[in-house]
């Protein structure tokens, strides 16, 4: 059996190290972003192309999955845990690396960015599959709908903290939109779930089920904010000695990002609301300096097993292409404009930080997956709609680099609005 | 499904904190090293105490075992992997920050510790068990004899960083002898699984075995020593402008890590010579720097889940508290001697120098414990045998910290024998 274990060994090394060559060559060659070499490398070596035309084995390059293990029913992958690990690292590092002062400055445009990137991708995603798909039903529509309102915080956090522009105001609103983002989601997948499988739904029991999630948060956040001093005194300065207090605090991230699953939130939400509670203790810098290392190993392997979980031959089924085309328009221009309108107008962001906020919105990635997931599991959606579905939520993260980009350059010609830099970020991949 | 995934992220936080609480309670009430702590977290968290009274669930503080996995039959432990990732990158930096030098001016005497160390122990294994166990047969009190010759290099090496130590003479004697041992150890454990299987052995083809384990690391090490420019301009230089050349080190670590489990040597000892490779390099600084704090957060987790395997109900079978604790002085008494004669004579070490390599070589922890398990499976041991081989494994590693502490403490008293300092090491746990 311990050959068993080497090999999830080489499977680690091999996805980090192509994640990492693909990262380079993206940064060098393409001008993009590392995580969209990230993401790409994870597409080429999956056991779909790459992966399973060399290695033919269950854990190298692949999934490493077991049926029913535990006593559950369904499938477990187990390297789904080591990406896990590495999404919770990146968030808890964002976390910290956050002024949490520009974030509650930011918290109502970001507030009204998440409604507006909620509402515009819903209708869309409701009404393209409504078109398309007439036989599915109520229940698929919805499904399809609750797919693109959801947002993957990670690509686009990662792509500011390599830019170093998390503490912008349009970083600060991304963040806050993302995390409300994620509350509302909790109610939307609640409803549609509810009413997928009774055919009808209790509003007052999913808003309770948000209101839940969002108090939690909030709490936490609030902690972070006033109560820092204890956070140092009590939490902190016990592990100064050894100088282990930031290894200490990040081990903190990883029980608030299990505590927050409670209520239904999702784990890297949890993450990241640790960070933030730490980005207001006067530690702050240490435990940036000695996460930044841990994060740049871990982090590219989140990415790469994304790509990983993409089968591009589950695109080509008739019909799924047309409908993913459609609702991949949808949701890119959903929640471009869902986001950008409140930026701008009632949030005075430029008009390229107000499109930054859009774009950086757009990627769904593993969020959508899961959501996805979930419909297709509880019955809602067709294999075909959660092929759609996967392709929206791939090509979504994939086209958020490159469109994001040009807006950042235009922005540093233009002079940008910083609210207070991050000296840190700077050094990064 | 996804629930069972956050599972995995509690379990992780929780070894973690445990862990770190432990060691810290170690260092400063009872002036013992960190990994002294973490083992007992360990024991005190497991399934077998701790977890298994409070949590009772297959995942929280648990083994997450999953049975005949990927078609194969046998138990299959998840977080296991992440223990030997854990591993891996404790080896991988103690080799980054080896001198290299010194390293190989200690080889001869490391050499010479580690056959002592393997030929006391092999017979106090061998006859304690034989007068004991006289019915179990030859097969039997080889394979305690074998178990008895296992050197755990993990611990030592964590308490060498730990109290910035590693590049002393004592420290790259012990180091030496451990990778040599890993390798002669290749060698018996071949001959013994063949002897208890057919009842006869090729010596020839153990000495292969044993000489081809030992050529893949030697010339790696070659490579390293002889070629650190190449690997400074080709591997390394590519990754700078980005910041992440230690990241790819270190990745390049998993992958010598897997490679030299191909011709049956242990993966940390492939993971100790990819650092040594690096430690050659001009870049060893940044990358010594840049992996401590990937080191700190992940060692721990490894001598936790060593703890966590220990089921103090095991040794309380009838017969096996005898038969271990005759077996426990063989093991402490045979390396001790074995490897404090040829560090003191032909390797002109001090009193306490030879005692802190005597004592060093001590642990058997997981190597013992994978011996063991390869003999209860291949039924050259019974039940009986094989708690008494874990309370070995076990034992000899968690009285090793305790005996090493005197043996520092008069050496600096006396001054020591530092052949170059390393200053990194300082700060740490």
Redesign the interface.
Known sequence: ??????????S???V??FA?IC??LS??YFKQP?VLGELVAGIIISPFLLGGLIFCD??ILNF?T?HN????Q???D?M???A??AV?ILLFQAGVETDIRSFIKQAPTGLAVAFGGVILPFIGGYFVTKALCPDVGIGGWLFMGAVLTATSIGVTVRILMDMGRLNTREGSTILVGAVVDDIIGLIILSIVIELAQTGEFEILEAVKIGAIGFAVWFGLLMIGVKLHKYISRYLLN??K????A???A???G??V??LV?LVGLH?VVGAYVAGLMFSACQEKEEIVE?????M??AAPFFFAYLGMMVNLRLFGAPGVAVLAVLLIVAAIAGKVIGCYIPARFPGKLSHNAGMIVGVGMVPRAEVGL?VAAAGYIAGAISLGLYGAAVAVSVITTLVTPAMLKPFFKRQLVQVSQPVSDNSESS???
């Open positions: 059996m311990e050959a068993v274990y080497f090999k999830f060994i080489l680690l090394g091999l980090l190290i990492r990262g380079e940064e060098r590392a269950p854990i490493a077991v293990p535990f006593g559950l369904g499938d477990f187990i789904y845990i080591i896990n690990i919770i016990p592990f000695r050894s100088g282990t930031p290894i200490v990040l081990i903190f990883f029980i990002a299990y699953t784990p000695k996460g930044r290392p841990i740049l190993f899961i050094d990064s991949t």
